[in-house]
Nanobody
Framework: VQLVESGGGLVQPGGSLRLSCVAS????????LRWYRQAPGKERESVAT????????TYANSVKGRFTISRDNAENTVYLQMNRLKPEDTAMYYC????????WGQGTQVTVSS
């Protein structure tokens, strides 16, 4: 089982990034998917979730209206489109798959700074 994130980097405030997480080794379409983030000295927090059956989504209040989670079951990939980024969005971002089991990726760093 693997979850491999990519797309992080350094971006100026107000900019955009698109994170990707490619999965392998399990039945991707049967799993809910979630992006978490963890900033230095802070607890890991759930940012966005997309469910498997009805494609419903939920977001943390801090990112609602700025971030969009989506999935492509044909490509075994989950995305996080992040717009209007703020310095407080700086964190390591992790993707997570949950259902019968729980799987984690290794994370991708997002830094928002001028």
């Amino acid at each position: 089982v693997q979850l491999v994130e990519s797309g992080g980097g350094l971006v100026q405030p107000g900019g955009s990034l698109r994170l990707s997480c490619v999965a392998s080794g399990f039945s991707f379409s049967s799993y809910g998917l979630r992006w978490y983030r963890q900033a230095p000295g802070k607890e890991r927090e759930s940012v966005a979730t997309i469910y498997q059956s009805v494609r419903s989504t939920t977001y943390a209040n801090s990112v609602k209206g700025r971030f969009t989670i989506s999935r492509d079951n044909a490509e075994n990939t989950v995305y996080l489109q992040m717009n209007r980024l703020k310095p407080e969005d700086t964190a390591m971002y992790y993707c997570n798959a949950f259902s019968f089991s729980v799987y984690w990726g290794q994370g991708t760093q997002v830094t928002v700074s001028s």
